[in-house]
């Protein structure tokens, strides 16, 4: 990669941390079950995708009714993040990439679970404003404690 010039360099700064929040702003939605800022913070043509496929949906309204079908067999929920790095495309300002690695406390049909996530994720910035375009999330881990939460 050659030189980068300073305005670039100030906006990839500026972006990461725009993408920080997004990727919080993902875990706030899912875990107060807020569908409108969940709509906010996806582009129109989202593609979501799960290592067990129950999550792959396309477009935003497809990927919303998925949400409100999987976060409504669940209890409390908490999302927490950890590592997260951000690749920014060299040939478009408004492209990133990024992998996050986090992990879950849920409660599908009100039995708590703990799981270990990463998410291979697609930024697209429309309007200025950083969206996810594309999320692939891996569960490395998944385990049942066994103890209804309800």
Known sequence: MGTIDLETRID???SRFEIAELVGAYCSTCDSRDMLGMAAIFTEDIVMESSDGG???CGKDEVIAMFNRVLGIRGPGFHWT??????????DPNLATGT???????????????SALRYHDTYR????????AKRSVVADIFVQLGQSSG
Request: charged share 30%; aromatic share 10%.
């Open 100 to 114: 996050v690695e986090a992990h879950a406390e849920t409660s599908p049909n009100f039995v708590v679970s703990i």
């Open 55 to 57: 999550m792959n949906s």
């Open 12 to 14: 990839r700064l500026e």
């Open 125 to 132: 910035r429309e309007g200025g404003i950083w969206r996810f």
């Open 82 to 91: 950890h590592d997260h790095t951000v690749k920014f495309d060299n040939d």
